[in-house]
């Protein structure tokens, strides 16, 4: 789908795995993003904040912070935003129940389609087997993933330098590993037998970095993907459908100014002079 140029509106919005904190968050991406769709309801379906990450040394640029900022400043325009914490960001688990700058912070929620559908909403975690017996296992998963994206990130600047878009090199060799794949088959029927145990139409949930909307079992299952490898989100459109997008669009060089990437600062101050 071609997005540059305007605004697109849709009903309710679905973001996970932004892993801010990291090198390989795709920070001007989720900009980028921010700046083309607006949503009436926007779900944060966890790993936002990269804790683990942030414990083990300091990162975060402007970018990171410009994200931030123009979240809040989508509630403050009047959008309803529910924080569900993940694994990684899951310091914000002490908080479940209370409201922060508009954003409210649930364990989980349950979304209402336009159809009427019921989707639980959840970030995944519980159901990964590895993070919830092995925790040990998970940071050294987690170590290695992060391996993973310090050879994607400069795989990517070779492409930005040709003028190619963005591709994951680190996403198209997981789904080559035949572990991987049966780990997300797993985690996905894990998901859709809760849903079924919950009783509700479907589940939306994040973690494994894998965008796909099916059906499985009678209920639907949808995961928002990530902000990392893939550049992906999940929106229901005004008639309760749901849709992945992606979003890779090319990025200027590192020390290059590209028109899109004016800070949330700079982008207020214009919108104000235009007003």
Known sequence: MSKQHGTH??????????HLGTRGCQAYLILDMLRHI??????????????????????????HNDVMQKLLRKVRRGARMV?????????????????????????QAIHVAADGKRYLVTHGDEFDVVVRHSK???????????????????????????????????????????????FIGSFEKELA?????RGVDGVVCGHIHHPIIREMDGVT????????????????HFDGAFEVLRWPRALALPGHV????????????????AA
Request: hydrophobic content about 45%; proline content about 3%; glycine content about 6%.
């Open 9 to 18: 509106r849709y009903r309710a919005l679905f973001l996970s795995d932004l």
């Open 38 to 63: 607006e949503a009436d309801t926007i779900y944060l379906v966890g790993d936002i904040i990269d804790g683990w990450r942030l414990r083990s040394g300091w990162y975060w640029p402007q970018a």
């Open 83 to 107: 924080f569900v914490p993940g694994n990684h960001d899951e310091f914000a688990r002490q908080f479940f129940g209370l409201t922060f700058g508009g954003i409210e912070i649930k364990r």
């Open 136 to 182: 040990w296992l998970a940071y050294f998963g987690d170590w290695a993933y992060v391996t993973a994206l310090f050879v994607n990130t400069h795989f990517n600047a070779a492409r930005r330098a040709l003028g190619l878009p963005y591709w994951s090199f680190s996403a198209w060799a997981k789904l080559k590993v035949k572990n991987a794949v049966n």
């Open 193 to 197: 037998n809760e849903a079924k145990r």
């Open 221 to 236: 299952y949808v995961n928002s993907g990530d902000f990392v490898e893939s550049c992906s989100l999940v929106v229901e």
């Open 258 to 273: 590209d028109e899109r990437l004016i800070p949330v600062e700079e982008e207020e101050a214009q919108a104000a002079e």
